[in-house]
């Protein structure tokens, strides 16, 4: 019978999933070029990842896989991919319409925000709307906060509905057991270079295991010293899973998550006298009255129609990339019903 003591502190006890005979489950800790650092039942170790354009690819941090074990010289082998839950995606950096995933097997999203800037409530917005979508829960964290003349805890409350907005002080350890306290399950990091990310991980885990680095005088932006995502066991149980800075957060199918996000703005749409209402100039808007009221400001509108607009974009080129796909499916049987027939006709 196969122990997996040593996988629990990477999560296994909460899976729940069924290991066929032979095979060796698995938890990806990090993965870089053609190849991934492994949690097994006997340890860490190296496996060799399956080749681009096959049934199993696109493997990230966090997922939980079935390994061919090693015989002779060769290697072990990620064989096949676990089913997902709490998966955080975007929108190709690339721009193509297909989603790459940022983390897998996710309970919890730690979206880091540094409070000695300016804080932008729309990319918060957008973080929530791929937490939400993902499955996760979303805790907001302004980092650095004894540094900030002013955490803006309220504003950023006001924007997170449903979500924990905690300051925390990863140098003094403010707030920092009352973040503990939250974490659930994996905890994945997310946030812009200079949010201190790496520093608040070191924190959680009591151990230098990321490297960091000072934000530039000049305009306040950090450097990338995390450059993989990587999976580490809290000390407390749980795991987590430090990424490097986000530039772009681009949507992908995350109309759920929008929702969520703007559980608010969802809310007042319904009171409505018209359900197509475009929040304009129709008599009877209960959004245009929550504007008017101070209920509900222009800049969160403007974001919940901005994100909307960017997701329904995503959303039709990913239905134009399916559609085409399945067209050159369509042609290649087409093609071998004719080499068929042709090859009949001449006798072979």
């Known amino acids: 019978m196969v122990e ?32 991934c650092d492994v949690a097994t039942p006997s340890g860490l170790a190296r496996a060799t990842l399956p080749r681009a354009g096959s049934e199993v690819s ?42 790459q995933v940022l983390a897998a097997n996710v309970d919890t999203v730690l979206i880091c925000v540094p409070a000695d800037g300016d804080v932008d409530l729309g990319r918060i917005e957008r973080l929530l709307a791929l937490a939400w979508e ?7 964290v302004l980092t650095k906060a004894d540094a900030a003349e002013d955490v803006p805890l309220d504003s950023v409350r006001a924007v997170a509905p449903g979500a924990t907005v905690l300051a925390v002080s990863a140098t003094s350890g403010a ?12 905890v994945v990091l997310l946030g812009p ?48 899973i430090d990424t490097p800075g986000l530039r772009g957060i681009g949507l992908f199918d995350a109309a759920d998550g929008l929702e969520k996000t703007f559980s608010d703005v969802e809310n007042l749409a319904r009171g409505c006298r018209f359900t197509d209402c475009g929040h304009e100039t129709e008599p009877g808007c209960a959004v245009r009255a929550a504007l008017e009221s101070g209920e509900l400001t222009e800049r969160r509108l403007a974001s919940y129609r901005k994100l909307q607009r960017e997701n329904a974009y995503m959303a039709a080129r990913t239905d134009k990339r399916l559609a085409a796909e399945r067209e050159r499916a369509w042609r290649d ?16």
């Not at 997996?4 to 070029?33: E, F, H, K, M």
């Not at 707030?175 to 994996?186: K, R």
């Not at 049987?333 to 072979?348: P, T, W």
């Open 4 to 35: 997996y003591d040593l996988l629990i502190p990477y999560g296994w006890n909460s899976t729940g999933y069924t290991v066929p005979d032979g095979a060796i489950p698995a938890r990806v800790i990090r993965t870089d070029r053609g190849e």
């Open 58 to 99: 696109g493997l990230c941090t966090g997922d939980w896989v079935l390994l061919e074990p090693s015989t002779g010289l060769l290697p072990l082998a990620v064989a096949a991919l676990l089913p997902r839950r709490g998966v955080i995606s975007r929108s190709s950096a690339s721009g193509r319409s297909a989603g």
């Open 134 to 140: 993902g499955g996760a829960q979303p805790v907001v």
């Open 175 to 186: 707030g920092l057991e009352v973040l503990t306290a939250v974490l659930d399950g994996t």
């Open 193 to 240: 270079s200079g949010a201190g990310k790496s520093t608040l991980a070191n924190a959680l885990l009591g151990a230098e295991a990321f490297a960091t680095g000072a934000v530039r005088a000049s305009d306040g932006k950090g450097r990338h010293t995390t450059v993989h995502r990587e999976l580490r066991p809290l000390p407390h149980g749980g795991t987590l």
């Open 333 to 348: 049987v087409h093609k071998q019903q004719r080499r068929m027939y042709r090859e009949r006709g001449s006798g072979r």
